[in-house]
């Protein structure tokens, strides 16, 4: 084990890794660091398609997690 990290094995941790770096909010993150630096740098182009990337899948996400949250209360089938 790496020295000062130590990684928890419970069921809803391993939902939230999965989330951030597989899912659409990790890709969303990414878009956005690209389209800072692109903009940064001054590539207009380039930062506003990252942007508009960023802003879809951040939307993607929201309609998954909401979905998710509702799909998710539901009681047990008897």
Do not use: C, E, Q
């Amino acid at each position: 084990m790496a020295i000062g990290i130590m990684k928890s094995h419970h069921a809803s941790d391993a939902n939230l890794d999965s989330l951030f770096a597989d899912g659409p909010l990790g890709w969303a993150l990414t878009f956005l660091i690209i389209a800072l630096i692109a903009g940064v740098l001054g590539f207009g182009v380039i930062a506003g398609t990252a942007a508009t990337i960023a802003k879809l899948l951040f939307f993607v996400f929201l309609v998954l997690f909401i979905v998710g949250l509702v799909m998710g209360r539901r009681g047990p089938v008897v």
